[in-house]
């Protein structure tokens, strides 16, 4: 896979996200819409890894994103489980350590189930 670095960034870094989303119902007493499962709506557990060269040919690595067992437990048929995948460039900042550069990155939802 190639990496499209435009702004020739030196570092850039793999996040993953995996978020939940309740399904709807319209509660009239409160005259909106209110989630199902309220309490896995809009939850979501991220894993971010290590900043590397943009230079360099990085070796194959795996992420591993899980929602803990609470939430797990959660989950029924009216929860949609979102995963996505993104990408952050960084640069060196005042402090000699890297820090990720706003709207240089990209992001995907790779699945909704």
């Given at each position: 896979m190639d990496l499209q670095n435009?702004?020739?960034?030196?570092?850039?870094?793999?996040?993953?996200?995996?978020?939940?989303?309740?399904?709807?119902?319209?509660?009239?007493?409160?005259?909106?819409?209110?989630?199902?499962v309220s309490d896995l709506h809009g939850t979501s557990a991220l894993t971010i890894g290590e900043w590397h060269s943009s230079q360099a040919v990085v070796p194959d690595h795996t992420l591993t994103v899980q929602m803990d067992a609470t939430q797990a437990a959660l989950l029924t048929d009216e929860v949609s489980v979102v995963l996505s995948i993104g990408v952050e460039f960084g640069m060196v900042g005042f402090t000699g350590e890297t820090v990720e550069v706003k709207h240089a990155g990209s992001g995907k939802v790779l699945d909704v189930r």
């Open positions: 435009i702004q020739r960034l030196p570092y850039f870094r793999i996040l993953v996200s995996l978020g939940t989303v309740s399904d709807m119902y319209y509660d009239a007493v409160v005259n909106n819409y209110v989630p199902v």
